[in-house]
């Protein structure tokens, strides 16, 4: 089912991603994504490969997961609709830290690079309070692991 632009933007407006926009400028970013739809099963993104582009999880179960030793599979994450995901590529330029693949039918709203390129060029306060939603939400995850960090630390500690 196609999402209508107001839906889709009062939807929006409840992500962490487009917090403190204007309407103007939530109208630029949403005229900028792309609509991706996946079925149960489907790899959205492979670790490794590159990426030049990231997602906003509009409906469905993702699972983000790494490969350890021996070809092992650790589940490190979570995505339901709201969450967003893929944003290290666009700050970093390096190929994707995980896998993530969809658990339940899946719609995401991509925005690559290159328009976000294009966002700084034309509207470069929301480009500003978009890259402070990315690093606010890159501190929160960083926060969770140095906690999960050091709770296998004390599991470790234990006699």
Known sequence: MA????DLKAFLLTTPF?????????????SMLVERRFNAGATVVAEGEPGRSMFIVHSGQLV??????????IRMADLE???FFGEMTLIEMQNRSATV???????????????????????IHAYVIVMQNINRELCRRLRRAD???????MLNARP
């Open 18 to 30: 487009f917090g403190g926009l204007s309407d103007a400028s939530l109208d630029l970013l949403i």
């Open 3 to 6: 999402v209508s632009s107001p």
């Open 64 to 73: 983000v997961s790494k490969l350890a030793d021996a070809g092992r599979v």
């Open 81 to 83: 609709p709201g969450d």
């Open 147 to 153: 906690n999960r960090i050091a709770e296998l630390q």
């Open 101 to 123: 693949i969809a658990e339940s039918p899946t719609v995401l709203y991509e925005l690559t690079a290159q328009k976000l390129y294009a966002c700084y060029k034309s509207d």
